[in-house]
C-alpha cells in the first residue's frame, strides 16, 4: 500500500465527507450530528468479517456498498431517515492501493444514492483477515419510530420482496451448479442488498412491528414475536418466492431459513389490509401477507392443508 495511513484519509476518505458540516472535514477527534428538530437519533452498528459476511476475493466496490446498505436495513426497520455514517477499517498489510481505491467508489456510490455521507472512523491494521464496522445514523419523528415490541395478537403478518434469493446467491458462489443466466440475479441479490427505506417510512404509524429479514425468515420473526409477546403462524404456499428460485432444490428451505434478504416483516391490524396494499401499488414493491399473530409464543410454519411443517435451524447465528 502506497498510501499512508493520512493519505488514504485526505485524498481517498475526506471527499466523502464532503457534505457533512458536523463532520468537520475529518480533522477533530468526533464529529457533531444534530437531527432535525422534532425528531430521535436512530443509531445502528454491523460489523462485515472477510470469509464470514462476503468472500475475501469479492470487488472492493461491493463489500464497501454493501457494507452501507445492511446497515442502512437497520434504519429502514425503524422508519428513519439516514444521517450519516461512521466507518472502521482494518485492512491487512499489504492491501492494494487499486483496493483502497475502488472500496471508496463503492462507499461514493452508495452515498450517494440513499443520501447520507461520511462523518468520520478511525483506520487500522491487521495481520487479517479484513474487517470493516459501520455506525449508521438517522433520524424518526418523536415517538414514531417503527419498534419489534409491537405486534398485536391477530394481526396479519407481511413481508416485501421476494424470499430466499440472497441466500440462493450465496449457495450458487458456494458451488451449488445453475445456469448462468439464472445463477446471475441470485448472486447480485446477495452482493447488493436493497434496504426499504421508503416502505419503513410510509410503515410509521401503519405497522405494528417492524424487523428486516437478516437472519432468516423464521429467525427475524422469531425476534419479532419474542419482543411482542406473540406466536406466529406463517402459510408457506404464502412465501412471496420466484420462480426461478422453486427450480432450484431445497428452495423451501432457503426462502424461510435463508438470511441477506434485507426485506421488511412487519405485522398491521387486519382491517389496515387495503392501505398495506395500496402501500404495495404506490411504492411499485410487492408485499405479502403470509400469516398471523396469536397469543402464545413461538413460530410455527404449516402447509396448504394446516400441517406443521418441521423447520430445523431456524436461521443464522454467529454463536
Known amino acids: 500500500m502506497s498510501y499512508g495511513e493520512f493519505a488514504f484519509i485526505d485524498r481517498l476518505l475526506k471527499p466523502l465527507a464532503a457534505d457533512m458540516p458536523g463532520a468537520l472535514e475529518l480533522g477533530d477527534d468526533a464529529a457533531l450530528v444534530v437531527p432535525p428538530a422534532g425528531h430521535e437519533l436512530v ?8 470469509g464470514v459476511h462476503f468472500f475475501a476475493e469479492d470487488p472492493a466496490r461491493l463489500v464497501a456498498g454493501k457494507a452501507l446498505r445492511v446497515n442502512l436495513s437497520d434504519l429502514a426497520a425503524m422508519g428513519a431517515e439516514p444521517l450519516g455514517y461512521l466507518l472502521a477499517l482494518a485492512l491487512p498489510r499489504g492491501t492494494e492501493d487499486a483496493w483502497l481505491e475502488d472500496f471508496v467508489r463503492g462507499l461514493e456510490e452508495t452515498q450517494a444514492r440513499f443520501g447520507l455521507g461520511l462523518l468520520g472512523g478511525d483506520t487500522v491494521a ?18 414514531r419510530a417503527l419498534l419489534r415490541s409491537g405486534a398485536r395478537p391477530g394481526d396479519e403478518i407481511w413481508v416485501s420482496g421476494r424470499l430466499g434469493e ?23 441479490r446477495y452482493h447488493i442488498p436493497e434496504p426499504r427505506l421508503a416502505l419503513g417510512r410510509a410503515l410509521r404509524g ?27 403462524t ?11 428460485l422453486r427450480g432450484i432444490p431445497r428452495w423451501r428451505q432457503t426462502a424461510l431459513t435463508g438470511g441477506d434478504d434485507y426485506e421488511l416483516l412487519f405485522t398491521a ?3 389496515d389490509r387495503p392501505a398495506v396494499e395500496a402501500l404495495s401499488r404506490d411504492l411499485g414493491l410487492p408485499l405479502s401477507c403470509i400469516g398471523r399473530t396469536a397469543a402464545g409464543e413461538g413460530v410455527r410454519v404449516v402447509d ?16
Open 206 to 232: 401503519l405497522a405494528h412491528a417492524a424487523i428486516d429479514v437478516s437472519d432468516g425468515l423464521v429467525a427475524d420473526l422469531g425476534h419479532l414475536c419474542r419482543r411482542s409477546g406473540v406466536a406466529a
Open 234 to 244: 406463517v402459510e408457506l404456499e404464502r412465501l412471496p418466492v420466484s420462480d426461478l
Open 43 to 50: 443509531v445502528a452498528k454491523d460489523a462485515l468479517v472477510a
Open 126 to 143: 491487521t495481520p487479517g483477515p479484513l474487517t470493516l464496522s459501520v455506525t449508521v445514523l438517522g433520524h424518526v419523528p418523536e415517538g
Open 304 to 319: 396448504a392443508e394446516g400441517r406443521e411443517v418441521a423447520i430445523g435451524n431456524p436461521g443464522w447465528r454467529h454463536f
Open 269 to 271: 391490524a387486519p382491517a
Open 166 to 188: 440472497a441466500a440462493m446467491g450465496l449457495r450458487i458462489l458456494r458451488g451449488l451448479a445453475v445456469p448462468d443466466e439464472e445463477a446471475m440475479p441470485l448472486v447480485a
